[in-house]
C-alpha cells in the first residue's frame, strides 16, 4: 500500500509562475515534484491545500503526496530539502493516514497581506510588499473589512476566470494592523476564490485612502459585480500563513507568522 506523508511546504514566490506545473514557465509544484522523486526513486505527485498564484509567497503551504519507497519523515524531509533551490523549503513532514488530503481535509486557510505605507519605495521590500504612497487609514479600512465577515456570495471578489462551482464562502476573520509604516491584514476563510484576497485588499485600499466610504464595501459585496470593486492588489504582498486540519490528524502548529522586518 505504501505511505501518506504530509509536508509543510515554504516559499518565496517571487521567481515562480505560482503553484501549478506549467506548460510556459516554472511552478513550484514541479520543483518540489522532482525534489521529492529522487528522494524516492519514482514518480511523485503532490497535491496542495491551496494554489498560490504567480508572484504569491507561503509560509504555510501543506501538501500530500503517497509513495510505497518506504522512507521515514525525516528521510522526507532532509532528502527533500536537498533536491530544492534556495527559495523553496520543507518545514516540516508527517506520516499520515490513507484519509487525509491537504486541501480537502482543510477546514480554513489563513493569509497575511501587507502594505508598505510611506512616501518613498522600499528596495529591500520590493518583492514582499505592496507600497502605497497615500496615507492609508487602517480604521476606515476595518470598518469595510467587517461588512465581509460571515457567509456570502463573494462574486464581487473573484477573477473573471475563476472556475470554482459555487462562489459562497465563509469569511471567520479579517483584521487590519498598523505598526508604523507597516498595514498587516490578516484574513481568514474556509477556502478562497480565485484573487478574492487581492481584489478584497484592493477594495480595502480605495476605502483607506478616502477614495470610498467604508459601507461601499458591503454595496460592492451586495452587487456581485466584480466591476464595481478596486483595482486587484499586487501578488507580492500575500503570503499563505497556514492551513488548519482537523485536530485528529495531529500536524505540526507551524507556519502562521512571518518576518516583519
Not at 36 to 61: E, F, M, P, W
Not at 193 to 217: C, D, F, Y
Amino acid at each position: 500500500m505504501g505511505d501518506r506523508i504530509a509536508l509543510g511546504v515554504e516559499y518565496d514566490g517571487t521567481a515562480y509562475n505560482g503553484w501549478q506545473r506549467q506548460r510556459n514557465g516554472i511552478g513550484i509544484q514541479s520543483l518540489l515534484e522532482k525534489a521529492l522523486s529522487i528522494v524516492a526513486n519514482q514518480a511523485i505527485d503532490v497535491y496542495c491545500a491551496g494554489r498560490t498564484d504567480k508572484g504569491v509567497h507561503a509560509t504555510g503551504q501543506v501538501v500530500h503526496f503517497d509513495s510505497r519507497a518506504g522512507r521515514s519523515a525525516r528521510a522526507w524531509l532532509l532528502g527533500a530539502n536537498s533536491n530544492l533551490p534556495a527559495d523553496i523549503s520543507v518545514s516540516w513532514s508527517k506520516i499520515v493516514d490513507s484519509d487525509f488530503h491537504a486541501r480537502f481535509s482543510a477546514t480554513a486557510r489563513h493569509y497575511r497581506y501587507r502594505i508598505l505605507n510611506r512616501q518613498v519605495r522600499s528596495a529591500l521590500h520590493r518583492n514582499r510588499a505592496w507600497w502605497v504612497y497615500p496615507q492609508l487609514d487602517e480604521r476606515r479600512m476595518q470598518q469595510g473589512a467587517d461588512l465581509l465577515l460571515g457567509e456570502h456570495d463573494f462574486s464581487a471578489f473573484r477573477a473573471a476566470g475563476c472556475r470554482a462551482s459555487s462562489p459562497h464562502r465563509n469569511l471567520s476573520a479579517l483584521g487590519v494592523n498598523r505598526e508604523g509604516c507597516w498595514i498587516t491584514l490578516d484574513i481568514s476563510a474556509n477556502a478562497f476564490l480565485q484573487h478574492m484576497v487581492r481584489n478584497i485588499i484592493g477594495t480595502l485600499v480605495a476605502v483607506g485612502s478616502g477614495e470610498k466610504p467604508p459601507q461601499w464595501v458591503g454595496q460592492v459585496l451586495n452587487s456581485r459585480d466584480r466591476r464595481l470593486g478596486g483595482i486587484a492588489a499586487p501578488a507580492q504582498g500575500l503570503t499563505l500563513v497556514a492551513v488548519s486540519y482537523p485536530e485528529i490528524h495531529a500536524l505540526p502548529n507551524r507556519g502562521v507568522g512571518i518576518a516583519t522586518d
